[in-house]
């Protein structure tokens, strides 16, 4: 495990988010965190960035570990085109290496033909694959990911979401996604951890065994996961 959270309670002000929370997210795989909206999710990858700190319990966190945060919006530089964005995140790397990472993650996100375009050219679909390719293109082990396909079209986010599970298997990289999209959880997914409202607490967690090569809204597995997710959250 890479990062496990023992007894962990938080409050803002008087409102109880979490009471004494025990949970471990494991290296190497794509941990979906599933539940209703506003009910602390983000709170959580906060906690776990250190963003935020816990009202009482503790957070361990593997020594080694290297954390990119994706948010919502892509918080793109408006001034800068797409490699320059890219390249900011990588100061502190020498030039031969930030301009090959820069390079391999243009091409894995297909931005080729738009490395000099500045963010206001670009469609909410490329500007996120920009973000991406920003996130992975920082040596980072592990992604905190907080609903960044929220608002894009169906058609569009399975595209996306085909990119990101390939570059984050060839990359061995984990991540902790958090959304309260069913269809985000299982095309993703490969543990998911059902949470529930304020203060949360961990209503089921399930392993998708689908390979995420066969991962697609027609699989059997998936839609019986489907129906069992939608029990638990309606």
Not at 47 to 74: A, C, E, R
Not at 193 to 204: D, E, K, Y
Request: with cysteine.
């Amino acid at each position: 495990m890479v990062i496990d959270l023992k007894d962990v309670s938080f409050k803002y002000e008087n409102l109880s988010i979490y009471n004494n929370l025990n949970l471990n997210f494991k290296k190497g795989i794509v941990t979906v965190l599933l539940g209703p909206s506003g009910c602390g999710k983000t709170t959580l990858l906060n906690l776990i960035s250190g963003v935020l700190h816990p009202t009482s319990g503790n957070i361990k966190i593997s020594t080694d570990l290297v954390i990119s945060y994706l948010f919502q919006d892509p918080r793109l530089l408006p001034w800068m085109s797409v490699e320059e964005n890219i390249n900011f995140v990588l100061d502190n790397l020498p030039q031969e290496i930030k301009k090959e990472r820069i390079e391999h993650y243009i091409n894995e996100l297909e931005l080729q033909s738009f490395s000099n375009y500045l963010p206001s050219e670009l469609s909410g679909g490329m500007r996120q694959r920009v973000s991406l390719a920003r996130a992975f293109a920082y040596p980072s082990n592990i992604l905190l990911m907080d609903e960044p396909f929220k608002g894009l079209d169906l058609a569009l986010k399975v595209n996306l979401f085909k990119t990101f599970n390939r570059v984050c298997k060839e990359d061995k990289r984990s991540a902790i996604l958090v959304t309260h999209d069913i269809h985000e959880a299982i095309l993703l997914g490969d543990e998911i951890i059902v949470l529930s409202n304020r203060p949360v607490s961990i209503r089921q967690t399930f392993t998708n065994s689908t390979p995420y090569k066969q991962r697609n809204l027609s699989n059997q597995q998936l839609l019986s996961l489907e129906k069992e997710l939608y029990r638990l959250i309606s």
